[in-house]
């Protein structure tokens, strides 16, 4: 079965600096990858997918992703942390038209 | 704004009660999934309906139901609610096609006393 593990709970990060959340997929053929955000009392919002081309995946926001095979991880970067970014994300892969969400991580980016 | 609306945002009831969650899918699309966020559970998939058929069923109890109507908007029935029934309910609409991505609504927080 699929899965999508978000090794860290939460990430810190001060504003201004660089920002990593990390997800890695199980291998079951060719990967659809997902990332989401979520605000507090708000449904997700989706930021950027990977499904086939260039690994390096530009989204919404400023928010960019880059997908790795050898190592089954789609990490989500973006180059400076705002501190309006401070969410939950997910991360998710779709098989056939279902999703297999991770468990999320809570980003705080501090002023 | 993501085009997907649900009705109510917030529901109160008590055990063993009926509820009804309501979703309209953003215009054209055609398949319509259903999630259940809890704390300890996180975001789980419960069902989809594509086009008023059921697709794929998940981790859905049978005390739930779910149906999609000729106009696309669906309804999630829940019965002899419990107290580990309350939670975030969102519904979220993609257009048919594999790797789609799918557009959430704001959810129907439902708390069951």
């Known amino acids: 079965a699929q899965s999508v593990a978000q090794p860290e709970d939460q990430v810190n990060v001060a504003e201004g600096n660089p920002l990593t959340v990390k997800c890695t997929y199980s291998?079951?053929?060719?990967?659809?990858l997902f990332w989401y955000v979520q605000y507090p009392n708000r449904g997700l919002q989706f930021l950027l997918k990977?499904?086939?081309?260039?690994?390096l995946v530009k989204g919404s926001y400023g928010f960019e992703a880059e997908f790795n095979k050898s190592q089954t991880s789609f990490h989500l970067k973006k180059p400076s942390a705002l501190v309006s970014d401070s969410a939950l994300y997910f991360c998710a892969d779709a098989y056939g038209q279902n999703f297999v969400f991770g468990p999320g991580t809570r980003l705080s980016v501090l002023p | 704004d993501s085009g997907v609306t649900q009705t109510p945002k917030h529901l109160i009831t008590a055990t063993g009660q009926r509820v009804t969650l309501r979703c309209s899918p953003r215009s054209g699309d055609l398949s319509v999934y259903w999630y259940q966020q809890s704390l300890d559970q996180g975001l789980q998939f419960l069902i989809q309906?594509?086009?008023?058929?059921?697709?794929a069923k998940g981790n859905i109890l049978e005390r739930f139901s779910a149906q999609q109507f000729p106009d696309l908007h669906s309804e999630l029935n829940l019965s002899s609610l419990e107290l580990g029934d309350s939670a975030l309910y969102f519904c979220?609409?993609?257009?048919?096609?594999?790797?789609?991505?799918?557009?959430f609504g704001p959810g129907t927080r439902l708390t069951v006393t």
């Open positions: 990977y499904i086939t081309g260039d690994n």
């Open positions: 309906y594509y086009n008023g058929e059921e697709r």
């Open positions: 291998v079951s053929g060719n990967p659809y």
């Open positions: 979220a609409s993609s257009v048919e096609g594999q790797g789609t991505e799918q557009y």
